[in-house]
């Protein structure tokens, strides 16, 4: 299995952006990159995906560098409402058609300060 | 439904009983996930129903641990003579199985307690 590894906790003020950087050294062709969110009490949501280079959505975008080793989440302007856990997960490209498997590591706590 | 639903959402049970969970999700999804997390702690995988593939267990923690899934619906997990080390948030998860998705829907997670 692809394992990630990520900052134990961060810090940040409201309105900055924040940067998490997750490293998958062993990252294989097929798999993809993903990243959920879980606030307390909840389980996680989906976040964000990529394979390579650069995704965006309406949350957050995703840095892959060529080698796919490692991936970086982008939050802009974090605001207290964004204080979770954040997981990066390598999906794994499961037996059956289309399927991966959603390994989850120990993620990033980030809390927001005003 | 519209989202993952899990039952109980609460379970204390006393130790050395059988205990079952039940997880009912997204219609049409084929893909099927459970997870344990310890408080304070991250997800464990536990076993992953991928359509009509064999399911993997490789998560199961020991044999008192079993999953079925009855088609494409309906999923129990059972744990037989539960332990304390046992309590835990069980979380289940469903997703569409097409190339390239990676979106898991997770449901809200039945806490297990064990005295």
């Known amino acids: 299995l692809a394992k990630t590894t990520q900052p134990i906790s961060m810090d940040s003020y409201e309105g900055q952006e924040v940067n998490i950087t997750c490293s998958h050294n062993?990252?294989?062709?097929?798999?993809?990159i993903t990243w959920y969110q879980q606030f307390p009490s909840q389980g996680p949501r989906f976040i964000i995906q990529?394979?390579?280079t650069k995704v965006t959505n309406e949350v957050a975008s995703l840095f892959i560098p060529a080698d796919r080793k490692s991936s970086t989440l982008s939050l802009p302007r974090v605001s207290l409402s964004d204080t979770a856990v954040y997981y990066c997960l390598v999906a794994q490209k499961g037996s059956g058609a289309g399927s991966y498997q959603l390994t989850f590591g120990k993620g990033t706590k980030l809390s927001v300060i005003p | 439904g519209a989202g993952v639903s899990q039952s109980p959402s609460n379970k204390v049970t006393e130790k050395g009983k059988d205990v079952e969970l039940r997880c009912d999700p997204i219609?049409?999804?084929?893909?099927l996930y459970w997870y344990r997390q310890r408080l304070g702690q991250g997800l464990e995988f536990l076993i992953y129903f991928q359509g009509n593939s064999a399911p993997d267990k490789s998560g199961l923690p020991s044999d008192r641990f079993s999953a079925e899934r009855t088609g494409e619906s309906v999923s129990t997990l059972t744990i037989q003579r539960t332990q304390q080390e046992d309590s835990a948030v069980y979380l289940c998860?469903?997703?569409?199985?097409?190339?390239?998705?990676?979106?898991?829907?997770f449901g809200q997670g039945t806490r297990l307690t064990v005295v």
């Open positions: 062993n990252i294989a062709t097929n798999d993809y």
């Open positions: 998860a469903s997703s569409l199985i097409r190339g390239g998705n990676t979106e898991a829907f």
């Open positions: 219609s049409g999804h084929t893909a």
């Open positions: 990529g394979y390579k």
